[in-house]
Every structure is written in C-alpha cells, then in structure tokens.
C-alpha cells in the first residue's frame, strides 16, 4: 500500500501538523513529512472519522428510498466511517439471516463500516423477543438492539430485553414513545399544534419511557442508550440517571439542536410543509436550549443522524399523510458546527467525542472513534469549517431529498475521508 501525507491539518482543532499513513494506520505525525502520495490539509480541521449510531439504510425492502451503497456513500461524503443500519427494514433486521444480508452489502460497497442493528422484538411488533444472541453471534456482531421507528412499550419485554444483552456486552436503544399518548400524533403537542389543529405529541410520552427504562436497567444492572432526546425534560432524567452512576447513554440529532416546531406554521418553504414532519418532533426554543446545554455538558453523550430517507411521493403530500423523517448524513457536521460550535458550546475536540469517540464506544465498534495518534486505524475525516454553502440536495449521494435545510446557508465542508488508510472521499467527492 502507498504512503500517503496529509500536510498540516489541525488535529481536534490544534496546531497545524503531517500525519503519515502507511499500511492503514498512522504512522508518524510531526513536520516536514512526505509519501508516496500528498493531501494538502492547509486550513483544514482533522477528527476521527465520524461514527454515526442512528441510520436508516432501508434495505432490505425499500431501495427506492435509499440501499445500504447509496446511505453509506452519503455517510462518507459526511464524514462518516462507520454507521448503524436501524433495524425497520422489510424484512426487519430480527434475525442472524437479515443482520448479516445487511453487513455484507456494507462490506461490497466499501463506503463505510455498516454495523447493523438487531430488532429488540419479532418484526417490530413488540411482543416476543428477537433471536438477539443469534444476531449478536452472527458475522455481523450485533451489540445494538433497537424496534427503533416504534417504542419497545411493554414494560416486562423491555426488562427481559436488557438482561439478555448483558450476556454480549450489547445495548438496547430505546425509541421512547409511550404509544397510547401518542396516537395519530403529528407534532410536538404546544401552541402551534393548538393554533393548527394537529393532534400533539406532548412532551411527557418521551420523558415517562425514559424515566421507566433507567429505572428498568438500574434495576437489572444493564445498559440502556436513549435515542434521539427532543426535549428539556429528557435531557434532565438522564442527567438524572447518571447522577445515580447507571449505564445509561443519551444521543441528539443534528434537526433537534437547530430546528423548532414553529417552522410547521411559519417557514421559508410554507406552513404544514411535510419536510418538517419528523419523530420525535421538533420542539420548543426552550428544548432546543436544552439540548445543547445537555450535549455540551456531556449529560447527552453523542450526536447521532436519524438519517431517515423517504421518496417524494412519501414526503410531498398533505401534512397528515406524510412519511416522518429528514435525511442527515450529508449535513451532519455543518449543522453541529452551527448550532454547538459557532455559539461556543463545543470545541472540535468536543464535536470529536460526541460524532466519533462516544457513539464508537457505546456500539462497541472496535477501531473507530480515534484517537488520531501513530499506532491506531488511520480512521479520519478532513473538515473545512471556513466553507460555506447553499444546501442543494439535488448533488446528494443519498437516494431520497427530504432534507428540511434546502436553500438554507451552513457552514463547512467535509473534503476528505480515509477508512483504514484508503480514501472515500477526496476533495468533496467520493475517492
Ligand atoms: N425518525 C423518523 O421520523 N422516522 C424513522 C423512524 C421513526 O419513526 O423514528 C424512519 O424510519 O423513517
């Protein structure tokens, strides 16, 4: 394998330094270094190659909105280096056979790392439990549990879920959403759902199953991860539950830490425009505030996409009918830097612990997560925070183009990523 130098890139953000890579991994950093081949890194900011927890890949079953090549090519135009395929496939991911389908097709395109993520229970349907041992002994070395896109809702499911993953150090992911608050919910439950006439998704649906499901893991001494936290009371029974030393691990999404509900009634691109339609939904300035507070001061370990991808005529509907979710990958960094960097809550060694360090070490994947140190997997994303662009989906990896920042200005640009020392991604498009 050649040696390639990326010249002066500003590790986490510091002084500008040559970083070697020989034979997939870093080989020396200093000065002055050369190799087989250059990548000029002037001005450029290096992190650990991003990690991301969340991500709907939807094959399985629904390649028109998106297969495991099209999510993991746009993963590597994010920055990412490994993902977690969520698990509502159709077939859903409950079995070693589907778990494995979907890591091969990570393996052939060679994007990213794909770690998919096992169904808590049979089909999604919440009640009888997955193969989870089987997934998790599979070539696909599941540690992951999600029903993700639905609420592991029955209490003695959920307590029996977190003992079994014990046995494999593995980790149920919890899509908290107390169903019978919540049905034909269409936006958050406030003022603007009052003053549309939308059926409310209040706030204490999310904040009763996460303050249930920490009680749950405390109780049987497992590890519980909290996907997507949208609101201030969340953020507050995690920090909560940490206080008390249990192994309970929160992530954000990019949209809840820049967006709110009121876009639902008054945005640039028309009121009851689907785009914004998303679960959990977008909440209030207070929340968003919240949040931010809660990732920076480590309460809320990761940002993680939520990447959800959905064909236009899914999205481009009526309000009521519309598919929930926003795709993410591709403006992942760039809206973290605006929302956490930009107003000084994190700096890049913090934005490296939360889209790298932590959800590597939560999914238990080995060789992610940094650090950018000689010796390790030269895992590494190129960022320039000095960039600045219009968002056009339409040059999107991505199959789908539900992305709610179309037209809007963000900052930053991933210019190159390597897996293992190989490029994925140079100069903006794929290597
Ligand atoms: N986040 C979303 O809005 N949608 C997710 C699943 C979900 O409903 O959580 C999806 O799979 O589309």
Known sequence: MKTIVIKGARILGGEPADILI???????????????????????????????????????????????????????????????????????????????????????????????????????????LAELGAMADSAARVRVFSDDGRCVSDAVLMRRAL??????????????????????AQMNEGAVSGRLGLTGWPAVAEEAIIARDCLLAAHVGSR??????????????VRWAKSKGWDVTAEVTPHHLLLTDDLVEDSPVGSYNPIYKVNPPLRTRADVEAL???????????????????????????????????????????????????????????????????PARIGRVAEHGG???????????????AARAEVDPAGYASKSRNTPYQGRSLPGRVVATFLRGRPTVLDGKIA
């Open 371 to 385: 650090p950018i140190e000689v010796g390790a997997p030269a895992n590494v994303t190129l960022y320039d925070p």
């Open 22 to 128: 020989r034979d997939g991994v870093f080989a020396e950093i200093g000065q002055d270094l050369s190799g087989d081949e250059t990548v000029d890194a002037t001005g450029l900011i290096a992190l650990p190659g991003l990690v991301d927890l969340h991500t709907h890949l939807r094959e399985p079953g629904r390649e028109d909105a998106e297969t495991v090549e099209s999510g993991t090519r746009a993963a590597a135009l994010g920055g990412y280096t490994a993902v977690h395929a969520m698990a509502n496939t159709d077939p859903v991911a409950d079995t070693a056979g589907v778990v494995e389908q979907v890591w091969r097709l990570g393996q052939e395109a060679g994007h990213c790392d794909v770690r998919p993520v096992g169904a808590v229970t049979v089909g999604l349907d919440g009640e009888r």
């Open 224 to 237: 519980l991860h909290v996907c997507h936290l949208s609101t201030a009371g969340s953020v507050e029974i």
């Open 163 to 184: 003992e079994y993953v014990k046995a494999f150090d593995g980790v149920v992911a919890q899509h908290a959403q107390e169903p019978r608050l919540t049905k034909d």
């Open 292 to 358: 931010r507070a809660g990732l920076a001061d480590g309460t809320i370990d990761c940002v993680a996409t939520d990447h959800a991808p959905h064909p236009v005529e899914d999205k481009e509907t009526e309000w009521a009918a519309a598919a929930m979710g926003m795709i993410g990958l591709e403006t992942a960094l760039s809206v973290v830097q605006e929302a956490m960097v930009e107003t000084g809550l994190l700096d890049w060694a913090g934005v490296a612990e939360r889209m790298s360090s932590a």
